[in-house]
Nanobody
Framework: EVQLVESGGGLVQAGGSLRLSCAAS????????ILWFRQPPGKEREGVSC????????YYADSVKGRFTISSDNAKNTAYLQMNSLKPEDTAVYYC?????????????????????WGKGTLVTVSS
């Protein structure tokens, strides 16, 4: 049974850093895009970042470029989101997701199209 489990959320001050992890099980990891989404309180879910586990190509939303870095360790079946220079507006529940490389393209996946599996989320709260 495929499972995605996020960890690493918590409370941090503005300007601080967190690293989120997404551990995948029962998944042919290298055949999938791994994505991070977030949903701020009272707002819609938005795509944050994506990595292709076939070639390590990456994509970032404009709001996080230069501050967040996505990476993937295929040997550990784990993806990461390193978040630096955090701002209060980064406060959200962060979700990891997986989409098969043959079923979608990164632009569609970042909008939520073609997602095969979702994690349950981890809360990130950034205080001023």
């Amino acid at each position: 049974e495929v499972q995605l489990v996020e960890s690493g959320g918590g409370l941090v001050q503005a300007g601080g850093s967190l690293r989120l992890s997404c551990a995948a099980s029962a998944l042919t990891f290298h055949e999938y895009y791994i994505l991070w989404f977030r949903q701020p309180p009272g707002k819609e879910r938005e795509g944050v970042s994506c990595i292709s586990n076939s070639d390590n190509s990456t994509y970032y939303a404009d709001s996080v470029k230069g501050r967040f870095t996505i990476s993937s360790d295929n040997a550990k079946n784990t993806a990461y989101l390193q978040m630096n220079s955090l701002k209060p507006e980064d406060t959200a529940v962060y979700y990891c997701a997986a989409a098969h490389l043959l079923d979608t393209v990164v632009e569609w996946a970042m909008s939520g199209t073609g997602i095969d599996y979702w994690g349950k989320g981890t809360l990130v709260t950034v205080s001023s």
